[in-house]
């Protein structure tokens, strides 16, 4: 976490609920915002519709990266390859390592990185958060601090005075998200989660399941609409 607020921020921003409650939370602090999403050919590609409706709640700049031929290469993964089915299930199973995307969030740092230093930003946010340590290796407080000192050694004598990357909610759970992000009165029905994409959630792909799990451990009223029936209700 940087020592203060920082003034400007460059944010990865899937139009997701975590990146969208980081923002809020930024912009009730009076951080300028650069959003920054990545079309990476995923399959759920409707999460940067959302994120452009999202964007222009918040009044931020915000700019959609193209990498589309790039996704076309990363094979195996149920995100980007469409021989590869998306599981359901509960992100503590093992069938849920198939959507790992290889290098996913170090590649999307990058971007933002460069954008942030471009533009005169002092930060670089992303939203994970602790429910996704077990399966993506890029979410863990290693990874970040790596990525930190990567980037304080490629930038040497570039870097503005207090620059940071970081993620606020690493070492939270996604029920403390929805809770902050209800407190911030984050537009969570405008928010999208479901690696399926489509016009609904499906509602029982691990990331509407965890969505699910989310709202109501938190207490929250769950404004999604659900294609199935969740088994846990």
Partial sequence: MPLSVPRHAAVIFSGGLDSSTAA?????????LTLLSIDYGQQHRTELDHAVTIAAQLE?????VD??????????SALTDRNVDVPDGHYAH??????VVPHRNALLLD???????????TAVVFGAHAGDHPIYP???PQFLAAFQQMVAV??????????AVFAPFLHLTKA?????????GVPFELTWSCYRGGTVHCGTCGTCVERREAFCLAGVADPTEYAAAWAGA
């Fill in 67 to 76: 990498l589309r031929s790039l996704g076309a290469l990363l094979e195996g």
């Fill in 176 to 184: 403390d998200i929805v809770r902050i992000g209800a407190g911030l």
């Fill in 111 to 121: 971007i933002a990185v460069s954008v942030a230093l471009s533009e005169g930003a």
């Fill in 138 to 140: 890029d979410c863990r």
């Fill in 94 to 99: 093992e069938t849920m390592r198939s959507t």
């Fill in 24 to 32: 809020y939370q930024l912009a009730a602090d009076g951080t300028r």
């Fill in 154 to 163: 490629a930038n040497e004598g570039h870097l503005p005075p207090g620059f």
């Fill in 60 to 64: 931020a700049r915000h700019h959609v």
